[in-house]
Nanobody, 115 residues
């Protein structure tokens, strides 16, 4: 069970920090990911972070690389997505899940980009 938060209205060039909490899964022990579903499009992976056992490496889709940062806080069992220099194409509903997206989805948190 995942709960996403932190979304909202942001101006182009602005920043947001999304947060994800989860029950029934230890984030550090799993590859975790942020997904985005833009209006009229399929849900896609935006970023992921490997389990600690696998080295904890991160991956980003090219559209957000250099602007977004995925991270985890093992003390809180939470995951974050720092979004900087936000662009209009970043808009959508953001979800967190395991790397394969096989667990139940949360409600997501919407990100709207507008002046």
């Amino acid at each position: 069970h995942f709960v996403e938060s932190g979304g909202g209205l942001v101006k182009p060039g602005g920043s947001l920090r999304l947060a994800c909490s989860g029950s029934g899964i230890i984030f550090n022990q799993n590859t975790m990911a942020w997904y985005r579903q833009a209006p009229g499009k399929q849900r896609e992976v935006v970023a992921n972070i490997a389990s600690v056992r696998s080295g904890g490496g991160t991956w980003y889709t090219s559209a957000v690389r250099g602007r977004f940062t995925i991270s985890r806080d093992p003390t809180k069992n939470m995951m974050y997505l720092q979004m900087n220099n936000v662009k209009s194409e970043d808009a959508g509903i953001y979800y967190c899940n395991g790397g394969g997206g096989t667990r139940d989805w949360g409600q997501g948190t919407p990100v709207t980009v507008s002046v």
